[in-house]
């Protein structure tokens, strides 16, 4: 076989999903969306569930604690959507800093939320935009993959608390 017959064959195989999902309208997006949704609301479901006395729970002094971690995912929530909108930036650490009780997180993480289903909301053509994340360019597209990469990495340490505590995930839990 000719050394340059296996990628061809490899691309064409890929290629022709991705070629035939570009022509459903705003794929790129939706399919962020759809991957933002999932986790975040295992996060949401998390937080409202939890006993307001595990928030303070960590499991070694030198990581956050629950309510550090769901506080923390709201103000980077806050942050990265502000950049896939081109909004100005937000303070990170702001939700992280004020909310300190179990309504004042799920509160924060719902409204942080409700900013992001926002940035969420719009066409490839405007997730094809520039913007600025980190100090970094990048398109809006590129800030949507990286909130819901970033709920998913916080995701995991919720699931490895909450199995430390005997409780089940809500992904886990089958049915959902």
């Not at 290629?15 to 986790?39: D, E, H, I």
């Not at 997180?105 to 094809?128: H, N, P």
């Amino acid at each position: 076989m000719n050394r340059f017959m296996l990628p061809t064959i490899a691309l064409a195989i890929v290629a022709t999903p991705v070629c035939a999902q570009q022509t459903a309208p705003n794929f790129a997006v939706s399919t962020s969306r759809a991957l933002w949704q999932g986790l975040t609301g295992y996060i949401t479901t998390t937080a409202e569930e939890l006993p307001e006395d595990l928030y303070a729970y960590r499991p070694t002094d030198e990581v956050r604690s629950f309510g550090e971690m769901f506080a923390h995912v709201a103000g980077a929530q806050y942050l990265i959507c502000a950049a896939a909108l081109g909004d100005p930036p937000r303070d990170e650490a702001e939700v992280e800093r004020t909310a300190k009780t179990k309504a004042a997180i799920v509160a924060a993480l719902k409204a942080s939320t409700e900013y992001c289903a926002r940035a969420y909301g719009q066409t490839d053509a405007a997730a094809g935009q520039s913007t600025q994340l980190f100090g970094q360019d990048a398109t809006r597209l590129y800030a949507l993959t990286m909130n819901a990469t970033h709920n998913g990495e916080h995701y995991g340490n919720i699931v490895t608390y909450l199995r430390l505590n005997g409780i089940v995930p809500p992904s886990s839990r089958g049915g959902m």
